[in-house]
């Protein structure tokens, strides 16, 4: 995954002058709204011309800011992923809380912009995300994981994140309904008694357990640390 090099067009003058809201459209305007509607409405509720009308601009306004709907859907994902750091008590010695603050508020970002989850893989990576990872490889190398090691544990985390938010989303069920699968377990626990007896299917603490699992893979990253 690359950064892809810029399309929008030169412009040879500026956007012509109109009148009302179209006056204050800006590039992170159109970002913020773009967000707004594919929270709302997901991936496929996005388009170009709705987009224009929630901004009250016209539809080749946009285009003055962006060069597509392409660039729209790079910007605006970039833009969830900003990371601000961890907080400022946080001690900047300590790797490990660095690391888990980080994942922690990456998965916290797909969460509530679900749309992002999908969308992470299939796009050119932005700066924050970058920045994100560029960070994420400085706090492993202060653990003391080796160079050529490196691009393996960046992307174990990377992907124990996008796995866990996609479980997530896709485990949203009732309690009526994880009670009654559960039960189909205990009815047939002969052929499933592991997960039969860990109560699997009721187990709906996905924080905790996003937590211990990242604590077993830094503890598998970082051994005798």
Excluded at 72 to 77: F, G, K, P, T
Excluded at 183 to 189: G, K, N, Y
């Amino acid at each position: 995954m690359a950064e892809k090099p810029s399309k929008r067009p030169r412009r040879a003058q500026t956007p012509p002058s109109s009148s009302g809201t179209e006056q204050g459209l800006s590039l992170e305007r159109i970002v913020a709204t773009a967000v707004a509607v594919l929270d709302a409405d997901g991936l496929d509720g996005l388009k170009m011309r709705q987009l224009a009308d929630r901004l009250g601009a016209g539809a080749m306004s946009l285009y003055w800011h962006v060069s597509n709907k392409e660039e729209v859907l790079d910007l605006a994902l970039d833009s969830v992923f900003a990371y601000r750091g961890p907080p400022p008590d946080t001690d900047r010695q300590d790797w490990r809380e660095d690391i888990v603050h980080m994942v922690e508020d990456w998965r916290a970002s797909m969460l509530r912009h679900p749309w992002s989850a999908s969308l992470l893989p299939r796009r050119a990576l932005g700066p924050n995300i970058l920045v994100r990872l560029e960070h994420l490889g400085q706090s492993l190398s202060k653990a003391g994981v080796a160079d050529r090691d490196l691009n393996a544990a960046i992307w174990s985390l990377w992907n124990y994140a996008l796995g866990a938010t996609a479980t997530r989303a896709s485990f949203a069920r009732s309690a009526d309904d994880r009670s009654a699968a559960q039960q189909r377990l205990t009815d047939s626990s002969e052929r499933y008694p592991t997960i039969e007896r860990s109560r699997l299917l009721l187990d709906d603490d996905w924080d905790g357990t996003f937590r211990k699992g990242l604590d077993f893979l830094l503890d598998g990253l970082t051994p005798g640390r």
